[in-house]
């Protein structure tokens, strides 16, 4: 059994038909999260706390209302006129670590023969960066060189067989799907993100 077996949601049931159901996507991101524990250093921990967050501040905004936040786009809808839009703006930072993190987890799987440092520190150059100031980058990248070798991340992982690289890839697709739902959304929403 894998890892990606014991989570309490993949992302693989997280359900996008009507929006991204906000309680199952919280759920499917603290497996996510957890999963840091298996890189085995406390350099990730500054990932982890601002990945952890970001969770609570949708998840309070979700508590507040279930009925009128049941999907991450309606609960952006809903706090969009408020003045300090909390959720959408830890949705925000919490996206952009998602897709910081499939982003890596992608080229790992993609070559077999890359060290996850590698794929860790071409993922951050290409999502995270950007975002960050000349003072956090240096953690990110001592995190970037903290990272474990491949294949003992992968024995951390339980994912041995074709069967169980098959269940990692259903997860991370259906991961990178929901990123780029949100991803699309902000895009068609600019004012929802303006001065974030």
Known sequence: MTYFDTVTR?????DTTKG???????????????????????AFSVVQNDMNGN???IRERY??????????????????????RVATEGL???SRGLDFTAQALRRSIDDINEELNVSFTKSYE???RKHHSIVVRPVFSLAMKACPYRKDFYGKLEV?????????NAWLVALEQII??????????PLFIKGM
Do not use: R
């Open 10 to 14: 993949s992302y693989t049931e997280v």
């Open 20 to 42: 991204i159901d906000t309680e199952q996507f919280i759920e499917a991101t603290e497996g996510l999260v957890k999963m840091f524990d298996l890189l085995g250093s406390t």
């Open 55 to 57: 969770i609570k501040k």
């Open 63 to 84: 508590l507040s209302n279930p009925t009128a936040n049941d999907t991450l786009e309606n609960l952006m809808v809903a706090e969009s006129p408020e003045k300090k």
């Open 92 to 94: 925000l930072w919490l």
């Open 126 to 128: 290409v999502t995270l």
């Open 160 to 168: 041995a067989t074709e069967e169980d690289l098959a269940v990692m």
């Open 180 to 189: 780029a739902i949100i991803t699309a959304f902000f895009k068609d929403h």
